[in-house]
């Protein structure tokens, strides 16, 4: 396997960066990860867009054009034989002395590339059994909006849910209210067939599978609002779905040890990922 590392590329396993880069010590640093679907990068400028929009909130700029960008990423899929899988970018302020304090601006930044294949049975089999999940309480910063590797709080809830027996961990706010997984957006379908997701202004991950699933349900005529929710409303939903670059649109058929309605996958998430499939070939 081949990385790239800050211009070059580099044999996976002796790909490294400096013990005093700030990604390391600070989490100061950001990401993406973006789907390949038969050699296509599925919606690549909106990711590019988020990644520029988190670098510009952490005063930070993209090291580089994003037609190089998009160049670096395609020869990085092409020497992992990548035709079916993700990319993961990533890029830190850099490496300084340690300092809470920004270092200079001319700092050079870090930047990471990797690629890998999925298994598409995997994701076949999430598809037709669903999954479970878990709920925990909200214990992250509030720039959530911003995609940065401080992830820890999201380690710690994924390795809870998994210690229960589910892939996913569902955050609640002070109210009950949903919002988003672990690393993934949550939707519900409401009893009349409405697609509820809560609306990305108030503290989660403005999600690309998300964004581009809004689109996908105008066009297939599927109501939609940006409402928030409680677990209770949830608890009683038609169907219960999640999104993510890693994952478009898996069932969740369980949550906190209760069924979701009949306990199996639905029709409007099945729908939607249909379409969705067709619309990124
Ligand atoms: N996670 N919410 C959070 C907290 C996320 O980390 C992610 C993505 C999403 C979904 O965003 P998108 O549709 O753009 O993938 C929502 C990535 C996949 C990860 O950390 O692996």
Redesign the pocket.
Known sequence: RTAYVNGLYVRHSEAAVHIEDRGFQFADAV?E?CEIRHGFIVDLSR?LD?LERSLRELDMDLPMSRAALTLVIREVARRNRVRNGLFYLQISRGMARRDHVYPAADTPQTIVITAKSTDPAIVARKNAVGIKAITVAENRWDR?DI?TVG?LP?AMARQRAKEKGAQEAIYLDAEGMVK??????IWMVDSDGTLLTRPAEHG??R????TTLIDIAAKLGIKIREEAFSLERMLGAREVFL????SICFPIVEIDGKTIANGHPGSVAQKIRDAFFEIAE
């Open positions: 990401y990860v990711h988020r959530v995609k992830l999201n988003e997984g672990a690393a993934t957006n989660i991950l999600g690309i599978t998300r999104t993510a670059a890693t």
